[in-house]
């Protein structure tokens, strides 16, 4: 796919990166010409433009990208201006970063795609990472019940996969394994790429590193880690 991202401090570039990484074609574009240059080596193309500028705005491919980003979120107007003018030139798709909830329901009234909010799902994830002991990230399913993905702790290492027994022992199902390998992306550089595992092979053994996503509620999940410390 092609993206067009918006706003490339910190959270824009190490979007852009990501993207870039999974082999999309990513577009740049920010005001900041220290933010242009940090990043100019790792997309395809970047642009240092103000998209609070019509004029400037009308030099971007537009209607070329399949969805638009603006991450944008240190400068409250520019974000909404920026928006409301890719919305009034016809752009489709538009994912946009919120950084508070009057901004988020400003957003709303736009009617677009999706609206961001990395500092909410951060502190989400720390308070998770503070009451279970480990780094994690997590989606929620219900009140109590997530999908975890989290480095394998030590230990599990050695064990073959189909011996973790993690459903048995601790009410947690294994929905996979991954192993980070470095990997070039569009640019030649080398960045680590999980590949997912085949935990169903008796010959797979849990390598320290290794990323495991698992369902289950909190209490399980941090009964499994109060047992195996």
Do not use: W
Not at 28 to 43: F, L, N, R
């Amino acid at each position: 796919m092609r993206y067009l991202i918006i706003g490339l401090g910190i959270y824009g570039s190490n979007l852009a990166r990501d993207l870039t990484d999974m082999g999309h074609e990513v577009i740049g574009a920010d005001m900041c010409q220290s933010s242009v240059e940090a990043i100019k080596e790792y997309i395809s193309t970047v642009y240092l433009i103000d998209t609070t500028e019509e004029a400037a705005l009308g030099v971007l491919p537009l209607k070329n990208v399949d969805l638009v980003i603006v991450a944008i979120g240190e400068n409250f107007g520019a974000s909404v201006k920026t928006v409301a003018l890719l919305k009034q030139n016809g752009v489709k798709h538009i994912y946009a970063r919120a950084v508070d909830k009057l901004h988020e329901s400003i957003l709303q009234g736009f009617d677009i795609d999706r609206i961001i909010t990395p500092e909410q799902r951060a502190a989400s994830d720390l308070s998770h990472e503070m009451e279970l002991g480990t780094a994690i990230e997590s989606l929620a399913v219900d009140e109590d019940h997530f999908v975890l993905k989290f480095t394998v702790p030590d230990f599990f290492v050695g064990l073959a996969y189909t011996d973790l027994e993690l459903e048995r022992n601790y009410r947690l199902s294994l929905v996979a394994a991954a192993r980070p390998k470095d990997k070039l992306n569009l640019m030649g550089i080398a960045r680590p790429v999980p590949e997912i595992l085949d935990i169903n092979n008796p010959s797979q053994k849990v390598s320290t590193g290794d990323i495991l996503t698992v369902f289950g509620s909190r209490r399980d999940f941090h009964n499994m880690y109060r047992h195996i410390k």
